[in-house]
Nanobody, 119 residues
Framework: QVQLVESGGGLVQAGGSLRLSCAAS????????MGWFRQAPGKEREIVAT????????YYADSVKGRFTISRDNAKNTVYLQMNSLKPEDTAVYYC????????????WGQGTQVTVSS
């Protein structure tokens, strides 16, 4: 089992920055693909960014490309999401998730952290 705990959310003005962290425990995540997802009120959960087990492969949703950066430190069992140039439409609960190499879906999820961007 992998337990994930997100932190770093908060209230920020438009144009500001936040750095989210996702600390994993229970197992090393070095062999897991990791992702950040978000869900805004009244909307479905959407993918924000993903990163491969080695960190060499990343994916970004078009809405965050060029503003957000996903990274991982396998030695610290932690994944990060650096969010710059934040917009009010980035307001959402952000979730960290892990996908094992044996699975096609993300099977482990954190509890989420709230990000609110004021205009």
């Amino acid at each position: 089992q992998v337990q994930l705990v997100e932190s770093g959310g908060g209230l920020v003005q438009a144009g500001g920055s936040l750095r989210l962290s996702c600390a994993a425990s229970g197992r090393t995540i070095s062999s897991y693909a990791m992702g950040w997802f978000r869900q805004a009120p009244g909307k479905e959960r959407e993918i924000v960014a993903t990163i491969g087990w080695s960190g060499g492969s990343t994916y970004y949703a078009d809405s965050v490309k060029g503003r957000f950066t996903i990274s991982r430190d396998n030695a610290k069992n932690t994944v990060y999401l650096q969010m710059n140039s934040l917009k009010p439409e980035d307001t959402a609960v952000y979730y960290c998730a892990a996908r094992s190499s044996l699975s096609a879906s993300y099977g482990y999820w954190g509890q989420g952290t709230q990000v609110t961007v004021s205009s």
